[in-house]
């Protein structure tokens, strides 16, 4: 038993990273949630569109577009450029969102 | 069909006399008269082909019935409009869809763009699919019928400023409009209201000013959108707007709900709530008739 603990033990901070989630932006009552979401670079974070309308995740400066996301549907991107990433929905431009994207130290 | 609605226009002839048409469905007896040599035609808007929600399940199937009712009209109207969002997401199978049952009505089709159908600023499927008649390069277009000049504008693209027509666009229309007599009655077709009907749900046109100021000095404009899924009308000078109920479904007035969101309805409702339009312009100005899909 004492070796179980141990092994459970040591398993914890694994296992508590595999279940993290990947940083996720969903789209409810048009509105991006989080508004504004801080991410290291190289992250991956996914969208979601929540509302029973369709919605579009979309650069201001052009540089990513997810084109249209139906009720339910996820899209995902990678950011791999530090930097401040305003975006918009094409269909409902008052819906506004932010992406920020920290430097990684090596 | 009971929801039968006669919107008042008020428009000055040559001889600078006002003609009020009288709510309620009622016509002045000058007005009849004037009536009969009108232009009619009918306007559909916001079938969103491929819509699948609680707000309406079955978008093929009321655009269907709207399409049945506008085909057992006594007198086919001269053309059917499709002020926009003719499709959901601009999916190949959703224009499919929507070109299998529009291509039923008996008159013949105009559509316009809605922001739905050129969604990445892409218009290419919906060109090749709904493509207007004597289109100009960026797909907007006029043309005149029995004294009548009609105007087809685009106001869906680069939508982070809500409608935005553009220089192109802007340009095109001063040379259209340039050599008409101000006593031309003049029909102005566009998806997003051309006036700032309510900005904070992206219900306007960044530069639909410019474009009203080129239709001032006419005696007589009407100004005909879709996008907001609901009849609101509003008057400028001489320039009279509608905005039309959706095939789909309704939206909530402006400012009435947190979310500009698809309303839903219990069915019989949904029916009273989206309908099709018809409209007569002679040289007194426009008159249009609301017709709900359901009683």
């Not at chain 2, 479904?249 to 979310?259: L, M, N, S, V």
């Given at each position: 038993?004492?070796?179980?603990?141990?092994?459970?033990?040591?398993?914890?901070?694994?296992?508590?990273?595999?279940?993290?989630?990947?940083?996720?932006?969903?789209?409810?009552?048009?509105?991006?949630?989080?508004?504004?979401?801080?991410?290291?670079?190289?992250?991956?974070?996914?969208?979601?569109?929540?509302?029973?309308?369709?919605?579009?995740?979309?650069?201001?400066?052009?540089?990513?577009?997810?084109?249209?996301?139906?009720?339910?549907?996820?899209?995902?991107?990678?950011?791999?450029?530090?930097?401040?990433?305003?975006?918009?929905?094409?269909?409902?431009?008052?819906?506004?969102?932010?992406?920020?994207?920290?430097?990684?130290?090596? | 069909m009971?929801?039968?609605?006669?919107?008042?226009?008020?428009?000055?002839?040559?001889?600078?006399?006002?003609?009020?048409?009288?709510?309620?469905?009622?016509?002045?007896?000058?007005?009849?008269?004037?009536?009969?040599?009108?232009?009619?035609f009918v306007q559909i808007s916001d079938s969103h082909i491929?819509?699948?929600?609680?707000?309406n399940?079955d978008v093929l199937a009321t655009l269907d019935r709207a399409i049945t009712a506008i085909n057992a009209m006594p007198e086919q109207p001269a053309f059917v409009v499709h002020t926009?969002d003719i499709t959901?997401?601009?999916?190949?199978?959703q224009f499919s869809d929507a070109k299998s049952v529009l291509s039923k009505l008996r008159a013949p089709l105009i559509a316009?763009?809605?922001?739905?159908?050129?969604?990445?600023?892409?218009?290419?499927?919906?060109?090749?699919n709904f493509?207007?008649?004597?289109?100009?390069?960026?797909?907007?277009?006029?043309?005149?019928?029995?004294?009548?000049?009609?105007?087809?504008?685009?106001?869906?693209?680069?939508?982070?400023?809500?409608?935005?027509?553009?220089?192109?666009?802007?340009?095109?229309?001063?040379?259209?409009?340039?050599?008409?007599?101000?006593?031309?009655?003049?029909?102005?077709?566009?998806?997003?209201?051309?006036?700032?009907?309510?900005?904070?749900?992206?219900?306007?046109?960044?530069?639909?000013?410019?474009?009203?100021?080129?239709?001032?000095?006419?005696?007589?404009?009407?100004?005909?959108?879709g996008?907001?899924?609901?009849?609101?009308?509003?008057?400028?000078?001489?320039?009279?707007?509608?905005?039309a109920d959706a095939t789909a479904?309704?939206?909530?007035?402006?400012?009435?709900?947190?979310?500009?969101?698809?309303?839903?309805?219990?069915?019989?409702?949904?029916l009273?709530?989206i309908g099709y339009r018809t409209v007569?312009?002679?040289?007194?100005?426009?008159?249009?008739?609301d017709h709900a899909l359901g009683?």
């Open positions: 038993m004492k070796h179980l603990y141990l092994a459970l033990a040591l398993l914890a901070p694994a296992m508590a990273g595999a279940a993290t989630p990947p940083p996720a932006v969903r789209m409810v009552d048009d509105a991006f949630s989080p508004a504004t979401l801080t991410v290291d670079a190289g992250t991956t974070v996914v969208f979601t569109n929540r509302d029973d309308d369709a919605h579009t995740v979309t650069a201001v400066d052009g540089t990513f577009d997810s084109k249209g996301l139906d009720s339910g549907a996820s899209w995902s991107h990678t950011f791999t450029k530090p930097g401040t990433y305003r975006y918009f929905c094409e269909l409902h431009p008052f819906m506004k969102g932010t992406i920020v994207v920290k430097a990684v130290r090596a | 009971n929801r039968s609605r006669f919107v008042e226009h008020v428009a000055w002839t040559g001889a600078g006399i006002a003609y009020t048409l009288g709510a309620g469905g009622l016509f002045t007896g000058r007005a009849v008269a004037a009536s009969a040599s009108a232009v009619n491929g819509f699948h929600q609680a707000a399940p926009g959901h997401l601009s999916t190949p199978q316009l763009p809605g922001e739905h159908d050129v969604l990445g600023n892409d218009f290419k499927p919906y060109m090749s493509r207007m008649p004597q289109a100009q390069p960026g797909g907007w277009t006029s043309w005149e019928t029995d004294g009548v000049h009609f105007v087809a504008l685009l106001n869906v693209f680069n939508f982070e400023k809500m409608g935005l027509l553009g220089t192109d666009q802007l340009d095109w229309l001063a040379r259209d409009l340039a050599g008409l007599p101000k006593s031309m009655p003049v029909v102005v077709f566009a998806h997003v209201p051309l006036y700032a009907l309510f900005p904070e749900w992206g219900w306007t046109t960044d530069d639909g000013s410019k474009a009203l100021a080129l239709l001032a000095r006419f005696d007589s404009v009407t100004v005909l959108n996008h907001i899924h609901q009849i609101i009308t509003h008057t400028e000078g001489n320039i009279t707007f509608a905005t479904y309704p939206q909530p007035k402006p400012g009435a709900a947190p979310k500009p969101g698809p309303l839903t309805l219990p069915p019989d409702d949904l009273r709530a007569a312009v002679d040289g007194y100005g426009g008159r249009y008739e009683s």
